[in-house]
């Protein structure tokens, strides 16, 4: 079946180690999302590829980094991660840049840092 | 701010009753959208409105969505106990970036 999925599940890393979320999906869509989501709020969007092209939402932290090689994947990178970047950390796609269809989004990355 | 706010944050109803949700955002929007979490997991897409349509309806689910007052609900009818879940509703707005912008949230609870 057609998907998203984020490896890993769950991550353990320590304040400050650099850490690394992968994302990747088979819709073959233009465009894919990280977003953050603590617990009990909202998700809140980090950045965006439109195709190789970059959008980054104003209020991400520089600490924050992504790439995305090819269409299919994409990877989160946190150079030097705090106690608040705790979080689940979710992957969605959708067609269009223009938000007027479905997001499809990846079961999530929930990450501790100790 | 275009977010939007969920009302009530908390509902726990019995299995079978009708649970509704409302939605309030601040912002002219293209459409809105409802998703469903459930605990620890990813947003699955149940449905979307655009800023066109007053009404659209998808199985057990009904959505209403009222541009006047900026404001959208969400029924679910005959609940079931796997309807237990969080549920979010995101707008697109007309102007400014085109990206969904997420409320904080229903955490609705179906008892058996």
């Known amino acids: 079946d057609a998907m998203v999925i984020q490896n890993p599940r769950y991550q353990v890393t320590q304040f400050g180690k650099p850490v690394t979320l992968s994302c990747s999906q088979t819709l073959n869509h233009n465009v894919m999302y990280w977003y953050q989501q603590k617990s009990s709020q909202a998700p809140k969007l980090l950045f965006h590829?439109?195709?190789?092209?970059?959008?980054n939402e104003a209020d991400t932290p520089d600490n924050f980094q992504s790439r995305r090689p090819n269409t299919s994947f994409c990877f989160l990178d946190i150079r030097s991660p705090g106690l608040g970047d705790a979080a689940m950390y979710l992957c969605?796609?959708?067609?269009?840049?223009?938000?007027?269809?479905?997001?499809?989004f990846g079961p999530g990355t929930r990450l501790t840092v100790l | 701010s275009q977010q939007g706010e969920e009302d009530p944050q908390a509902l726990s109803i019995q299995e079978g009753e009708n649970a509704t949700m409302n939605c309030s955002y601040k912002t002219s929007i293209n459409n809105l959208q409802w998703y469903r979490q459930n605990s620890g997991r990813g947003l699955v897409h149940l449905i979307l409105i655009r800023s066109n349509e007053r009404e659209k309806h998808s199985g057990r689910l009904r959505v209403t969505l009222d541009t006047s007052k900026k404001s959208s609900s969400l029924l679910i009818t005959a609940s079931r106990a796997a309807d237990t879940a969080s549920y979010f509703c995101a707008t697109v707005a007309i102007q400014g970036a085109q990206k969904l912008v997420f409320g904080q949230g229903t955490r609705l609870t179906i008892n058996p």
């Open positions: 590829y439109y195709d190789k092209d970059f959008n």
């Open positions: 969605a796609t959708s067609t269009r840049q223009i938000s007027s269809d479905t997001q499809y």
